[in-house]
């Protein structure tokens, strides 16, 4: 070893054995919050293909050769509950979709609409449900998303989604560190095959020697056979899956931080001061700039507040609309299944974006006189700045809808491999017990850092800590929590604290 491997073996020689006891700490205290967000995504990736099959009486019907007018469906939409606004319409686009018309119910809570559901071929209505967000969530899915995002328990419960995606990528990254230091950087994806008789040694330490535990190396090399081989097994399996898992780990941790409270609060500005206020689509029919959910937005309702008096459109002048602006939507490009919001007066246009639904990755918006048909403005998804677009793309792929059931049974896999992870690390962690009625210590020497070191962990804390708060709270806490316990380990093995522990009482 030459002089400049030492000085960099002594200047970062604490930084490994730091990540591994943070892995550690980590998978211990975060895992089961890792564990539970990876099952509720299981299910949560396979939703939209269950509603299908759930609510499929709804959602489908029989192919008609003949169909009723857009006006007439809504109509009989609004005759079934006479008493709500209509906030959206979903025309059919299939010969075998229903029309889906959402109503403002006030008995439904915040964000919730009246799904109501009418076959296009005769004009009636054929079932409802509540549902919620741009895409229409109905009951089991929305079951299924709280699950996932909350467990129920409101925002307390949201800091459990948001402590798993914050420490997912740095559990996924210091893991791959760990492993590939183990098997030499050559087998990360194929290590599983008994190793080299120097990776036995490493495997039955944990991956550090040191001389005070060279002896234990090799009394414990015949731990390859029985005992030590499960745990071994179980330890190359959570290497090598890991391995595989790390892309989509990233992934859902990038996109899953979007979506939390505080972290995402803090990506949300981020955003905005690189790419600048978003471009919102012009609504106001006498050309005042205001303020518009825009067709990406997903806003629960259409029509939009300005100090410009207007009056609201009559329940017959918006049904006799609706398939005007649809007509138009269609003309510009619009050719996906499309959702149109009614304007809040008679001087603001309607607005149509297309849904974002299988295999399709953009949605563009159009603002329509609902009167004459006359575009008012365009949003194509081209234009979009590109953290908008980017943005899209991951929360409809972290949601399995991109790619319909293909990626649907991809995130399902994944997020039940994830979740074996977290399984296979505590087994591992198990059988690392010292007696059948211990349990395991901390990974591996606990090594002093060096000043370059304590300057990177200070920079880690100050830029991705801050950024993601509760990553780094708790990951403060975690080093204060092993310094103390290296204070201890030192204390106790100091030969005067052991001297005092072996001195006979009375001597």
Request: hydrophobic letters at 40%; charged letters at 15%.
């Amino acid at each position: 070893m030459n002089n400049q491997q030492q000085t960099t073996n002594k200047a970062f020689g604490g930084l490994k054995p730091l990540i591994r006891r943070l892995h550690f700490y980590a998978g211990v205290f975060i895992g089961p919050f890792i564990l539970v967000a990876a099952l509720s995504g299981a299910a949560y990736a396979v939703a939209p293909t269950l509603e299908n099959v759930v609510y499929g009486d709804i959602i489908k019907v029989q192919p008609s050769s003949q169909t009723v007018t857009l006006q007439s469906q809504i109509d009989s939409a609004r005759a079934a509950y006479p008493d709500m606004e209509v906030s959206q319409v979903w025309p059919a686009t299939k010969a075998d979709d229903s029309t889906r018309v959402l109503l403002v119910d006030e008995s439904l809570g915040e964000e919730r609409l009246r799904s109501v559901f009418v076959n296009p071929g005769d004009g009636k209505v054929i079932g409802d449900e509540p549902s919620y967000s741009g895409l229409g969530e109905m009951p089991l899915r929305r079951f299924i998303s709280e699950m996932h995002e909350s467990m129920f328990l409101g925002t307390p419960g949201e800091m459990y989604s948001e402590l798993a995606a914050s420490w997912l990528w740095f559990v996924a990254l210091g893991g791959l560190v760990l492993w590939w230091s183990r098997v030499g950087g050559r087998k990360i994806f194929t290590g599983l095959k008994n190793p080299t008789k120097k990776h036995q040694l490493d495997l039955a330490l944990d991956g550090e020697e040191t001389p005070e535990s060279t002896h234990v190396a090799a009394k414990r090399q015949s731990l390859w056979n029985g005992q030590g081989k499960s745990r071994n097994w179980h330890v190359k399996l959570h290497g090598v899956a890991g391995t595989w898992l790390l892309v989509v780990m990233l992934g859902l941790s990038a996109t899953g931080i979007t979506w939390s409270a505080f972290a995402g609060a803090n990506v949300s500005s981020t955003v905005d001061a690189i790419q600048g206020e978003p471009k919102n689509i012009e609504t106001s029919l006498n050309g005042e700039e205001v303020a518009s959910t825009g067709g990406h937005n997903h806003a629960q309702h259409g029509g939009m507040l300005t100090d410009h008096e207007g009056q609201p459109l009559t329940a017959e002048e918006l049904s006799s609309q609706a398939q005007r602006v649809l007509d138009t939507a269609r003309d510009q490009g619009l050719t996906g299944p499309q959702r149109l919001y009614p304007p809040e007066d008679n001087q603001h246009a309607w607005q149509a974006s297309e849904r974002w639904v299988p295999w399709r990755t953009t949605s563009d918006a159009v603002s329509v006189n609902g009167e004459t048909g006359d575009v008012v403005d365009t949003l194509p998804f081209s234009q979009l700045p590109l953290f908008s677009k980017l943005t899209s793309w991951g929360i409809y792929l972290h949601m399995g809808i991109m790619f319909g059931l293909p990626l649907q049974i991809l995130l399902f896999v994944c997020a039940l491999g994830i979740a074996g992870l977290v399984v296979f690390g505590y087994i591992a962690w198990w059988k690392r017990r010292p007696t059948r009625n211990g349990v395991a210590g901390l990974p591996g020497p606990n090594q002093p850092l060096s000043v370059v070191e304590w300057v990177i962990v200070g920079v880690l804390l100050a830029t991705v800590g801050v950024f993601l708060p509760l990553f780094g709270i708790s990951l403060a806490v975690m080093i204060v929590v092993d310094r103390v316990l290296a204070r201890r380990a030192a204390k106790q093995a100091s030969p005067r604290f052991t001297q005092k522990m072996t001195v006979p009482a009375g001597t």
